[in-house]
């Protein structure tokens, strides 16, 4: 089991948005997510800088390469970026975090 982190930006105005949008999250999305092995994933917003706190709990971390090239995740990723700093290929900005704690 590995733990990851990572933030993401948000569009100003579009926390509301966010929010409805992830509280209706695909039957098939969260299915993928649960085949990648992610086992627990969280996400949480910094109301003040706009920017997504992520963390995840990982089976296995190398299995979530699959998640790119999956038509689902593309088009979870087509849905969200007008709302989110995003790459060309709709793919969010993420910034890898290193664990500097842990207490189990």
């Known amino acids: 089991m590995a733990r990851i982190a990572f933030t993401m930006k948000l569009f100003p105005g579009y926390e509301a948005e966010y929010r409805r949008r992830h509280a209706t999250i695909w039957p098939e ?9 992610i086992a627990e994933y969280s996400i949480f917003l910094d109301e003040e800088t706009l920017l997504l706190f992520a963390y ?3 089976e296995e971390p190398d299995r979530r390469g699959q998640l ?3 038509p689902v995740m ?3 990723w087509d849905q969200m970026k007008d709302i989110m700093d995003s790459h060309p290929d709709n793919s969010p900005v993420t910034r890898p975090l290193k664990e500097v704690f842990y207490m189990p």
């Open 29 to 37: 999305l969260q299915a993928l997510l649960k085949e990648a092995g």
């Open 74 to 76: 593309q088009k979870w």
């Open 56 to 58: 995840m709990v990982v």
């Open 68 to 70: 790119p090239g999956h």
